[in-house]
């Protein structure tokens, strides 16, 4: 168990639909990341955020948004879905960026759109 | 920009044999991660390496750095049926906050 709560861990939804994915990082950290994980794409960056504040964008899409709130927990908001939008969804959270720190991945939330 | 390239991307191995998984990255990386995935789960951090040399042990696997080269391996020594699992590695360019990640080897240990 590396810490970092994700939920929900499984999501089924329409094309056109939005949801919210949720992350608590790790108690002490104040950096999180959103990664996305899909067969044809791999690895992918979506974002960082480290006490609040946007730190870096990588490939997240318009329809995709997210922040960080004063208890340091995430949400990574998904909306206009399309079936490309399936993959699995991390979060991870390392205590501040550009040390270094281990950065400690969470569970994932499968999102499937249908 | 940061590309990150292993080799290979499947491995069959038996028992109580030896390899490499090979990590190569096209610019200057400040860091190299390794992470091992089970299917459908989590990434687990296994090493972050952090300068040119370094060196990483725990149980069966050893990582290592050389920044001149741009590789970092990850050695497999007498492996076991537990050691299946996809292995990944990230570097992070300078400056960014980013981990740009491998493809992935996936390791199958036969008994």
């Known amino acids: 168990d590396s810490g970092v709560t994700q939920t929900p861990k499984h999501l089924i939804t329409a094309t056109g639909q939005r949801v919210t994915l949720r992350c608590s990082p790790r108690s002490g950290d104040l950096s999180v990341y959103w990664y996305q994980q899909s067969l044809d794409q791999g690895l992918q960056f979506l974002i960082q955020?480290?006490?609040?504040?946007?730190?870096a964008k990588g490939n997240i899409l318009e329809r995709f948004s997210a922040q960080q709130f004063p208890d340091l927990h995430s949400e990574l908001n998904l909306s206009s879905l399309e079936l490309g939008d399936s993959a699995l969804y991390f979060c991870?959270?390392?205590?501040?960026?550009?040390?270094?720190?281990?950065?400690?991945f969470g569970e994932g939330s499968w999102l499937t759109v249908v | 920009e940061l590309k990150v390239e292993q080799n290979p991307l499947f491995l069959s191995m038996q028992e109580g044999k030896n390899y490499t998984i090979y990590c190569n990255y096209s610019t200057t990386s400040d860091r190299l991660y390794w992470y091992r995935q089970d299917p459908g789960k989590s990434l687990e951090s296994l090493f972050v390496?952090?300068?040119?040399?370094a060196v990483k042990q725990e149980g069966r696997l050893m990582a290592s750095l050389d920044t001149k080269a741009r590789l970092s391996t990850l050695h497999i020594t007498a492996a076991v049926h537990d050691l299946s699992a996809t292995y990944f590695c990230a570097g992070r360019k300078g400056g960014s906050e980013k981990l740009v990640f491998g493809k992935g080897t996936k390791l199958t240990v036969n008994p």
């Open positions: 955020y480290y006490n609040g504040e946007e730190r």
């Open positions: 991870a959270s390392s205590v501040a960026p550009r040390i270094g720190n281990t950065i400690y």
């Open positions: 390496l952090l300068s040119n040399g």
